[in-house]
């Protein structure tokens, strides 16, 4: 079992610039999904892929996008950085209903 | 949309003793899951047990064991003989059943329990 692997694990953006945060599945899953955790919250979810289509997405605005590509890696890409997007990101790959999560990427929007 | 309430923001209890920790949920769905993850101050979240809504029989694993109250929609975990290790965020948190061809919702998390072990 490989686990799920994020990248990096901090990140610090100035206000308006462009971010991609990088997942790598376990082995096996076909599903992804991120969700943004702000300070003392709960992780909130953001949206999922399933064989590389978007398949649910949260209450998050468009600046919000993903890819999964073919080998079941993820990118979360966010444009236009606000302060809010400051906040853990975190990746988990699922299958049958059990989600397997990554160790996070620390995000601070300055 | 579902909601996930924990009640409890943060517990204390000594070594060895059992802790319960509260979680009670809102939805129409009638398949769904139920998780408790746990999140040290390492961060990495790690699924402590789940629960399928059909079953009616209360998943265990190993010290963890749920009390699960479909019809009060009430959810909660007792950890046994408490050790210092289990010190950390529990999240409670609901996902809905996935049917093929059916949008995903995702976890809806609560908003967490701080439980301390005191050694």
């Known amino acids: 079992e490989t686990g799920v692997t994020q990248s990096p694990t901090h990140l610090i953006k100035t206000r308006g610039q462009q971010v991609t945060l990088r997942c790598s599945s376990q082995?096996?899953?076909?599903?992804v999904s991120w969700y943004q955790q702000a300070l003392g919250q709960g992780p909130q979810f953001i949206f999922q892929?399933?064989?590389?289509?978007?398949?649910g997405r949260g209450n998050f605005p468009p600046r919000f996008s993903g890819l999964q590509f073919p080998n079941y890696s993820s990118e979360l890409n966010v444009n236009a950085l606000e302060l809010d997007d400051s906040a853990l990101y975190l990746c988990?790959?699922?299958?049958?209903?059990?989600?397997?999560f990554g160790p996070g990427t620390r995000l601070l929007v300055l | 949309a579902q909601t996930v309430t924990q009640s409890q923001p943060e517990m204390s209890v000594q070594e060895a003793e059992t802790v319960t920790l509260s979680c009670t949920y809102d939805?129409?769905?009638?398949?769904?899951?139920l998780f408790w993850y746990k999140q040290p101050p390492s961060r990495q979240m790690i699924l402590v047990i789940r629960?399928?809504?059909?079953?009616?029989q209360n998943a265990t694993e190993n010290r963890f064991s749920v009390n699960f109250q479909k019809a009060a929609k009430s959810f909660s975990l007792k950890i046994s003989d408490s050790q210092l290790g289990d010190t950390a965020m529990y999240f409670c948190?609901?996902?809905?059943?996935?049917?093929?061809?059916?949008?995903?919702?995702?976890?809806?998390f609560g908003k967490g329990t701080h439980l301390i072990i005191q050694p």
């Open positions: 988990a790959s699922s299958f049958s209903g059990a989600s397997l």
């Open positions: 082995s096996g899953h076909n599903t």
């Open positions: 892929y399933y064989r590389e289509e978007e398949n």
């Open positions: 939805t129409s769905e009638s398949n769904y899951y």
């Open positions: 629960q399928e809504a059909y079953k009616q």
């Open positions: 948190a609901f996902m809905k059943r996935m049917y093929s061809g059916g949008g995903a919702d995702g976890l809806t």
